[in-house]
C-alpha cells in the first residue's frame, strides 16, 4: 500500500539559510499534519491543513509557513534557520479529518543546521 | 487542553514474558480516540494499536492488547510474547473525535528493551 512521501530524507543547512520540506499524502487522504521532534522527545505538533485550509495550528514559529497545494501534497518552508530548528519533521496524514481515522506518518525529514 | 502522560520512561522486559506500559490522559471531551504508536530505531512512526472512546471493549491486535480504562483515564499497552524487533519508543496519544482536522497529542514516550 501507498504510504505518506516525504522529501528529502536528509537536508542539512547553515544557520540563516532556509530550508523547504514536502509532503505527498496517501491517496485520497485529504488532511495533512506536521510535527517536529527533537533527539529525545516527543513529537510536537506544529501545523495541519484539511481540504487545503489551515485546520490547527499548534507550537509553530513565526519563522516557518506551510501550505497544502491542490493535488493534496504539503511543504513546510522554513526560514532563517537556527540551530535549535535540527530535528526529525515528520509529516503524516489521514482521511476526511476526523478522529476514527489514524495518522499515518512517513519517514520523516532528517533537518541539521550547522 | 488534553494532556497525555506516560510515567515510564524506560522498561525492560525478558523475550517471551509479558510487560505493561502506562499512560493516562486528561481531557474534558466525551469523543475522543487514544492510539499507542511505535518508534523503532529507524525512527519511523507505527501505528500499534488505537481505541474508541466510545467502545466498552478493549481493542487488541495480534500479541498488543489495551486496558482502557476510561473514568481513571487510563489506557495501558500490554505487550504479549514479547519479541526482540518490539524493542523501541512506545508513544501514547490522544486525538479529539469533536474536531476536524484535529491534531494527535502525545505522551513522552517509554523506551522498551527486549532482553534475549
Known amino acids: 500500500a501507498a504510504g505518506v512521501i516525504q522529501s528529502p530524507r536528509h537536508l542539512i543547512k547553515e544557520k540563516r539559510e532556509t530550508a523547504t520540506l514536502k509532503c505527498y499524502p496517501i491517496p485520497r487522504h485529504d488532511t495533512v499534519y506536521w510535527y517536529q521532534q527533537g533527539p529525545g522527545q516527543d513529537p510536537q505538533f506544529l501545523i495541519s491543513f484539511y481540504e487545503k485550509m489551515q485546520s490547527d495550528k499548534g507550537s509553530i514559529p513565526d519563522r516557518f509557513s506551510a501550505q497544502q497545494f491542490s493535488d493534496y501534497h504539503s511543504e513546510l518552508n522554513m526560514s532563517s534557520l537556527e540551530l535549535g530548528d535540527s530535528a526529525l519533521y515528520f509529516c503524516a496524514s489521514s482521511l476526511t479529518g476526523t478522529g476514527d481515522s489514524p495518522l499515518h506518518f512517513g519517514n520523516g525529514t532528517r533537518l541539521t543546521v550547522t | 487542553a488534553q494532556t497525555v502522560t506516560q510515567s515510564q520512561p524506560e522498561m525492560s522486559v525478558q523475550e517471551a514474558e509479558t510487560v505493561t506500559l502506562s499512560c493516562t490522559y486528561d481531557?474534558?471531551?466525551?469523543?475522543?480516540?487514544l492510539f499507542w504508536y511505535k518508534q523503532p530505531p529507524s525512527r519511523q512512526m507505527i501505528l500499534v494499536i488505537r481505541q474508541e472512546a466510545y467502545k466498552q471493549q478493549n481493542a487488541t491486535e495480534n500479541r498488543f492488547s489495551v486496558n482502557f480504562q476510561k473514568a481513571a483515564k487510563s489506557f495501558s499497552l500490554k505487550i504479549s510474547d514479547s519479541q526482540l524487533g518490539d524493542a523501541a519508543m512506545y508513544f501514547c496519544?490522544?486525538?479529539?473525535?469533536?474536531?476536524?482536522?484535529?491534531?494527535?497529542?502525545f505522551g513522552e514516550g517509554t523506551q522498551l528493551t527486549v532482553n534475549p
Open positions: 481531557t474534558s471531551e466525551s469523543d475522543y480516540y
Open positions: 496519544a490522544y486525538r479529539s473525535g469533536e474536531t476536524s482536522g484535529s491534531r494527535l497529542t
